[in-house]
C-alpha cells in the first residue's frame, strides 16, 4: 500500500514546490510594486506639488483674474489722478466732465475683479479626481 502512495505524494510535492515558487515570484513582484508606489508618493508630495503650482500659477484662471485686478488698479490709479488733477483745475474754474481720461466705473470694475479672484476656481485642481486612472508621467 506504501508503494502505491508514492506516485500520488510525489505529484503532491511537486505541486506544492510549484506554488510555493510562484508564491515567490508573486511576492517579490508585489514588493517591487509597493516600491514604486512608494516613490511615486514621494514624487507626489515633493516634485509633484511645485508642479501643479507652477501650473496654477501660469493658468488660464489665474492670468485673467490678476489681469483683471491689475487693469482695475491701473484706471483707479488714473482716477486718483485725475480727481487731483480736477481739484487743481477747479481752481481755474474747469467743470468736472472736461477733465481728460475721467473713467467714472473704474472702481465698480476694480471691486468686480477682486471678486472674481475671491471665488477662482482652477481647472487642473478640479479634474484631479478624473486623472486618477490615468499613467503618471
Not at 491701473?74 to 489722478?81: D, F, P, R
Amino acid at each position: 500500500m506504501e508503494e502505491s502512495l508514492t506516485q500520488p505524494r510525489a505529484a503532491y510535492e511537486r505541486m506544492l514546490a510549484g506554488s510555493i515558487e510562484d508564491l515567490k515570484l508573486e511576492s517579490a513582484d508585489l514588493g517591487k510594486k509597493i516600491e514604486s508606489l512608494h516613490a511615486t508618493k514621494v514624487w507626489v508630495f515633493t516634485e509633484g506639488a511645485l508642479l501643479l503650482a507652477k501650473h496654477i500659477h501660469k493658468g488660464p484662471e489665474m492670468t485673467q483674474v490678476v489681469d483683471a485686478v491689475n487693469n482695475a488698479m491701473s484706471a483707479i490709479g488714473v482716477i486718483t489722478g485725475v480727481h487731483g488733477g480736477y481739484l487743481h483745475a477747479l481752481k481755474k474754474k474747469t467743470p468736472y466732465g472736461e477733465v481728460p481720461l475721467l473713467y467714472r466705473n473704474a472702481e465698480a470694475e476694480l471691486n468686480t475683479a477682486i471678486a472674481c479672484f475671491d471665488t477662482l476656481s482652477f481647472s487642473l485642481i478640479n479634474n484631479l479626481p478624473n486623472l486618477v486612472d490615468e499613467p503618471l508621467p
